[in-house]
């Protein structure tokens, strides 16, 4: 070893704390952290989505300051499979050591913006599914015209219809779609509010623009079900073709279909392969892996991200966590998306 380097980093760096930092942006990060020599413990105090302080009056004061709301969405009415999502918040919360430096990024997001998790949505029924989705609108509709990007964690898939109908209200937006189904397909038994539709119904409301769609990692034994997804235009990149290709041509053809326009960010965790996380209702072999959800995420960096979710946890079907702990992850990756949005719009 070099003597003279030893000697440097001796005298910099032996005897010196954890939270005495000299790289500037390293610096800031950990200014934001330490209490002196001190972190908050991370399995401290009750549990926030990504650690954001809690504002359960959020709605009362109309999110008055805030730039994200990050809420819950406990319900799952909507299910053909498997029941168990309306668990999916509280597992989301209870992970620990989320951030705060998305290191590709280079974002810290919950330091950059006013970040809140404002609860869940109070809903009127608990056995009603289209009053569920008249208070999801309801609530979504109050955070948008805040001014305040929505990030929603499920709950089930089909809640992403009515929250579209808030966020798309004004203008079509465009869709980045992760996940294992197309979820484009018609009514079923009488309710069009099911966990396999809701992009089909934000299409004829008018609310999503399809032709600036994309679905990736779709799988599995239900394509036959996903014509109105082809047939609108969208732009479907199945799982096959992830691997095939690889993720950087996904990312770029996602750029060109997504374009400049606002961006929702749907994310669903079926869309990564149930080895890594088999907590959900509709689990579909020979699926994405997180790095690869993640690559693709970070590699859309720039897109103007107008509200996001993350759905379809069922903890109960993962003793392991890595579930949760995988859409927590991504949850946080998405919340540094929104970060450079606001930041960008910022700048107009």
């Known amino acids: 070893m070099d003597q003279k380097k030893l000697a440097y ?7 010196q704390s954890g939270a005495q930092i000299y790289d500037p942006e390293f610096r ?18 009750p549990a926030t989505f990504c650690g954001a302080p ?3 009056d959020a709605m009362a004061e109309n999110f008055e300051g ?8 406990p319900m799952d009415l909507g299910v053909t499979n498997r029941a168990g999502t309306r668990l999916g918040p509280r597992a989301v919360r209870a992970v620990e050591r989320i951030g705060p430096y998305e290191h590709v990024l280079r974002r810290t997001p919950l330091q950059r913006m006013k970040v809140a998790d404002v609860g869940d ?3 009127q029924s608990r056995y009603n599914l289209e009053q569920c989705h008249t208070d999801i609108e309801d609530y979504v509709a109050r955070i948008v015209k805040a001014g305040v990007i929505p990030i929603g964690i499920g709950g089930d898939h089909s809640i992403t219809q009515s929250i579209l109908k808030a966020v798309g ?18 009514p079923y038994e009488g309710s069009k509010f099911h966990h396999g539709g809701p992009f089909r119904n934000a299409v004829l409301d008018g609310v999503l623009d399809p032709e600036r769609t994309v679905q990736i990692g779709i799988r599995g034994g239900a394509e036959y079900l996903w014509e109105f997804s082809y047939e609108s235009g969208m732009s479907v990149i199945h799982a096959e073709d992830v691997f ?6 996904v990312i770029e053809k996602a750029r060109a279909v997504l374009g400049d326009g606002p961006v929702y960010v749907s994310f669903d965790i079926d869309s990564i392969d149930p080895g890594f996380a088999p907590g959900t209702g509709t689990p579909e072999v020979g699926g994405l892996a997180p790095r690869e959800v993640l690559a693709i995420l970070r590699g859309l960096r720039g897109i103007d991200v107008v509200g996001a979710d993350v759905v379809e946890v069922a903890p109960q079907y993962d003793a392991t966590t890595n579930t949760a702990q995988a859409a927590a992850q991504i949850l946080f990756t998405i919340l540094s998306l929104a970060d450079l949005a606001h930041e960008a719009r910022a700048k107009k």
């Open 28 to 45: 800031a990060v950990a200014e934001g952290q330490f209490q002196g020599e001190r972190r908050k413990w991370p399995f401290a105090d």
């Open 244 to 249: 095939a290709q690889g993720v950087e041509p």
């Open 121 to 123: 949505i109070p809903m």
């Open 169 to 186: 209200r004004d203008r079509p937006v465009g869709l980045l779609h992760i996940d294992a189904h197309c979820d484009t397909s018609g």
């Open 66 to 73: 805030l730039d994200v709301a990050l809420y819950g969405v």
């Open 9 to 15: 980093l001796r005298d910099r760096y032996a005897g």
């Open 54 to 56: 809690f504002w359960p």
